[in-house]
Structure formats: C-alpha cells, structure tokens
C-alpha cells in the first residue's frame, strides 16, 4: 500500500549498475520446460483481501501477519491462519488472500512456520499471491533492496509453491523506483529465471506504484500473466463518481481481461456508508466508482486490507482467543460493495 510519497532514489549510476546486476540475475534459478500456452484468462476468479502486517508489510525483518507471532510454531500458525481464512470466506465471501514475503521471511527460520499461512489458505482452496515487499526507512525506495537475497528468496518460494495451482506469484509490490522499461525488463528477467511456472500464475505489477497497467500489458514478453493494479481514494483529494471511474479505466487501459485490482481500499472504521451516495464525500464516491467499474469490466479485486491491526481501511478486526482467532466486520457497507464488485448483492441506489 503506498502511505507516503516516493523516498530517496538512487543514484543514475548506481541505479544502473543495480538494474545491470538484476537483470544478469544471481544465485541459482529454477528453470524448466517452457509452460504451456497460458489459457484464456479470467480475472474475475479473483475475489480477495489483503492478509498484512501491522506495519505495512514495509520491513527489514520478518513479516508477521496481525494475529500471529514470530515465536508461534508451524502448527500454532496454522491454526490461526485456518481461522482467519474460514473467517475471510464466512464474513465476506472471499476466496483469495494477498501475502507479503521479503527475503528476512524467506531465508531465515520463521520460513518453517510462516508457510503454514500459505499451506492453511491452500489447503482450504484459497487462491494465495505471494509478493514482495521491499524494506522500509531509506529502502522504501521501489528498488528491489539487494538482489543477492532476493533471487534466494524466489528460488526457495517458487520451490516450495510452483506445483500447488493455488499459489501465485508476484514478483515485487510498487515498482515505482524504475522506468516503465526497467520494470517490463525485471519482470521478463522473473519469468525466464522461473520458466518453469505457468505465466497463467504470475501476477505482473503494473509499473510505478502499480498505478497503470498499459505498458506492461503492451510488453510481449509479459504475454500470459495476470496485471495487478492499485488503486485508491487518497490519490486525489476529491474527485466525483463519474472522475474516478474515468481515471480507473485510463489506468487500466483496454487490459480489463488480464487485470486484478489486488489492492485497493478506503476508510472503514469512521463511518462511511458506502451503500448510499454521497456526493460530497470523496471516499464515498471512489469506493462506489471502482466497485461498480470491477463489476462492468468482470475484473478480479484484492480489497486493502481485510486485516491489518490499526488500519483504518481494514474491512476486519481481530476477535476472541488470540489463539483461536475469528474476525469481525467492521463496515458491512464495505463488504456490500466488495459483494457487488465480485458479482453478488445488490447496486447503490439513491
């Protein structure tokens, strides 16, 4: 999710000895037989929330999704995941969640418990998008952060991952510290490197802050894989309902069968009444345009975030044993208009 504007950027020169080292790749990669022609895609398969650390997912340690705890063991980590998966699909009729990994995840020990997140959701047929999350303070830069540990982390993932049809794989989350083309020119690199996944199992950022999709979804090398775009209120300080729809469908372009929202959100836990409009509320009139917009073009959406601890926007909190956990809605008004995004429930009416 982007919180704060873009921070320091590198150097030219050292941007580009960055991009060169990338793009030569390092460490071992896990290539095999090219895959199969992707089948015809449907995005709209894609009905999701946003699983996030207190922080953001913006760390130089380990993630740890709100409920769990670094120091619970694969079985404790499962049982809560299993919980707060039922609990996704119960309140809201979920049958995705997004993930955050970055290499302090992956590479180290919480590795062995943090895969029951992911075997949890599997194992209950939630679709699972892992994606990176680069660190935060001077890194929170849209660089991937150090590409010695990055290759590693993908090497282990995709591993681990690349033969359950559940788990997708996002290469990185905001992209926004390279071009258009450097973008389009790491992610190509990403599916050479794991050829031996399907493209119909990658999700390619669109470029800049995941803001627009056009110039991945024109890149031919790309061809196959889901787009994932972001999208939020904040972005303008007010727009109406007909403003924000346009600006969703620039950004989107004529890519609306390859595109998944997989993040987009807005205040839940002040209020709004998201099912009546209001035309003098900016949040309201973002939050009925992209709905409505997800559900005319049939695409896949990712809410931001179903849980996350102390956000505003989470569409859910914590409740009951912490190591029984459940979950609460926070702003049913909210969860409507997901429902309709995702083909159910009913139209704002007047």
Known sequence: MRTTPAGTRQTPRLRAALLALLIAGAGTSLTGAPAQAAPR???SQFKGVNWADPRDNFADDPVVLSGLSL?????????KSSRVISAFRANLGANTVRLPINPYTV???????YRAVVDAASAKGFKVILSYWEGTGPRKDGFIDDQATYWPMWDTVVKAYQHDRNVYFEPMNEPHGYTDTEWADLAAKWLDTYSSVPRSRVFVSGAGYNDH???VCADPRLKGTYLSLHHYGFWKEYAT?????????????DCANR????????HM????DYNKPAPDNNFVNYMQAVTDTFRELKMGSVYWPGLRTGDTYSLQTLTGDPARPWLATTNQSGADRLAWAWGRGKAVRP
């Open 269 to 272: 836990t002040t209020g709004f």
């Open 107 to 113: 590479n180290g020990g919480y590795w062995k418990s």
């Open 259 to 266: 595109t998944v929202a997989d993040e987009f959100g807005a």
């Open 241 to 253: 309902y007909d403003q924000w729809v346009a600006d969703l469908k620039v950004r989107i372009g």
């Open 213 to 215: 999709v056009t110039t």
């Open 71 to 79: 120091s619970d063991s694969y079985a404790q980590t499962y049982t």
């Open 41 to 43: 895609m449907d995005t």
